[in-house]
Structures are given as C-alpha cells and as structure tokens.
C-alpha cells in the first residue's frame, strides 16, 4: 500500500515517537524523511515500522520534479528541522525551518493534504507577551534565539497568506522521553542528568540570575513524549481544528522537581550541585514556561497528561537503564 503519511524528522525525538504510536494505532502506511548522516539517530527507526524512507534532499527533489509520485499522501507531519536553540548559522536555520516548510506547506495545501507542523514554544521569547497560541498578538513575539525567530517566521508567513485558517501549528513546550540520546546537549535534563548521576553521583543545575528565582527553581512546561504526540495526532485527525496550539501540561514545574524525580526513579538520595550559567545563553535564557492549553481543549482533547513523576520514572526504568528505544519494549 503507497504512504499515505509523511513524516518528516521521523528519525528524531518527536517524529519517531508519533511514527510509533501510529504503529500502535495499527498505521504503518508511513513515508519517513529525515537526514540521518554519521548519528546514531538510526536506531529510533529500527523497531518501527513504516513503507519507505527518504533522505529529505531526495525527498525535495521528487517534491519539486516528480510530484505525482506522491499522490497517496494525504496526512503531512512536518516535525523535521534543525532544533538547535544555540545554532548560530542563521542562514542555515532558515533554509531548513522556514524555506523548507513553506514549499512543504504550499503544496500540501494546493492538494488539499491534511498539514501540521512544528513550531516551537521559543517563539514565545522570554514571555513577557504572554504565552497565549491565539494569532492575535502574533505580531509582537520576539524569540530570544534564531531557531525561535526561524519558527515565528513561518508562523507569521502562514497567517499573512491566510494558512492558518487551514493547517495546524504546534507549538512543542519542554518535551522529553525515550528516542532523544541523539540530541546531544540538545537533550532533556533527564537524559543528561541521567548521565550525570551514573558517573558522578550528583547532578549539575544552573544557578538563577535573576533574583525573583532562587536556584533551582526556574520553571518549565515539562510534557513527555507519549503525551505530545498523542495531542499531535489528535488535532492531526479533528479536521475542525486549525491554527496555532500549544501542546504541554499547563502546569509548569521547576528543575529541582524533574531533578528529584530522577533520583527517586533511581532510588536515590538526592545530590545536587549548582553552576553559574554560561554567559553566552543568560541573555536567551527562559525562566518560565507555561503552556495555555485551552485552544487544545476546545478541540476535544480530554485525555490527563502524565505526571511528571510517573513519566520520569517510565522513561529512567524502562527506557534509559536497559537502554531501549520506543518499540523495543514491544
């Protein structure tokens, strides 16, 4: 049976958790594209299943040469992008994070497919505007990095050319689970803290400086994994829904909280260390997020998202310490 799905970015964090739960949903109708070079970004493919697989530069070329050999597609998930927030080749980011999804998105809507993509809840910048995913005040973002800046401008070229009315934006709080070990220092805390522990017993957080936090206790919309691609495929499969959404918990927690449920899931005391925060990141750094889910509620989205405790503790003892990726477990 041809794809009927594309995925793109189906090898990373997001991609290749949604690619398995629509395995679980009994979907294997699934076209991949990524860009898989010398990581080990492979693996979270090697338990899923899906039809094919694409380089995205190949896949660009049959886009822009050959685009009737794509004629099954019907459902679009753009998750592929460079997600680095420390990115510094600007011109590099927007080529892959705006110039790539408006030519995806374009001709997605030209044949009426069903597309949503990721933006990212940078766009946000420190949030002194409000963290709200309604287009009204869309105008008056500004990311602190030029991965946010890559992901706003696509968010605001879809609303000035009226797309938004038609496709869906995802607007990805902190999110974290099995499948990230490719990321680097790109991962989740969790990841690296995990890393942390084993060798050294203790666990490394930056100090706040800013005096309205005390160490430890900057905050963030943690959602794991499970969770944001379940709320992904949910406004993917609700025709009515369009627009800009946030997907995350709605109820931020700090980093002693994350920090403290990893020790727990590893039966341990806590240890924890604080650093001074690298110079180079104070300046782009959030001190609080928070999703405003209600625009993904009004859609009909009912299910609770997994407490921060229990998700931590699935992720350490069942995919971290046996070292397994989404689909081994199965």
Not at 116 to 138: E, F, P
Not at 149 to 155: A, Q, T
Not at 281 to 310: F, M
Request: charged letters at 25%; hydrophobic letters at 35%; glycine letters at 8%.
């Amino acid at each position: 049976m041809p794809a009927s799905i594309l995925v793109t970015g189906g090898a990373g964090l997001i991609g290749s958790a949604l690619i398995h739960a629509l395995n679980q949903k009994g979907r294997e109708d699934i076209l991949v594209t990524d860009v898989l070079g010398e990581e080990m970004k492979w693996k979270n493919l090697s338990p899923l299943r899906f039809d094919d697989y694409l380089q995205a530069d190949a896949f660009l070329d049959l886009l822009e040469c050959n685009p009737d050999a794509l004629n099954s597609i019907r459902t679009i998930y753009h998750l592929g992008a460079c997600s680095a927030t420390t990115e510094r080749d600007v011109g590099y980011l927007m080529e892959n994070n705006y110039g790539y999804t408006k030519i995806l998105a374009q001709w997605a809507l030209q044949r009426g497919i069903r597309f949503v993509y990721a933006s990212s809840a940078a766009t946000y910048g420190d949030g002194t505007r409000g963290m709200d995913d309604s287009t009204d005040h869309l105008d008056s973002l500004r990311p602190l990095n030029a991965y946010g800046y890559s992901k706003h401008l696509f968010d605001l070229h879809a609303k000035r050319n009226g797309w938004l009315d038609q496709i869906v934006g995802i607007k990805y709080f902190n999110v974290y689970g099995p499948n990230e070990g490719h990321k680097g220092e790109m991962r989740s805390l969790v990841s690296k803290a995990y890393e942390q522990i084993v060798e050294t017993g203790k666990v490394r957080l930056f100090r706040s400086h800013r005096p309205e936090f005390r160490d430890g206790e900057q905050m963030r919309d943690f959602v794991y994994v499970k969770d944001a691609v379940a709320m992904t495929i949910h406004l993917a499969e609700t025709p009515s829904a369009h627009g800009l959404f946030n997907i995350g918990t709605g109820t931020p927690r700090t980093w002693i909280d994350l920090t403290n449920a990893l020790f727990a899931a590893l039966d341990r005391k806590p240890k924890i260390e604080f650093i001074d925060m690298p110079d180079h990141i104070r300046n782009q750094y959030q001190y609080h997020t928070c999703a405003d889910v209600s625009r993904l509620l009004r859609t009909g989205w009912s299910a609770p998202t997994t407490k921060l405790e229990d998700a931590v503790n699935d992720y350490v003892r069942n995919y971290l310490v046996p070292g397994k990726h989404l689909g081994d477990e199965a």
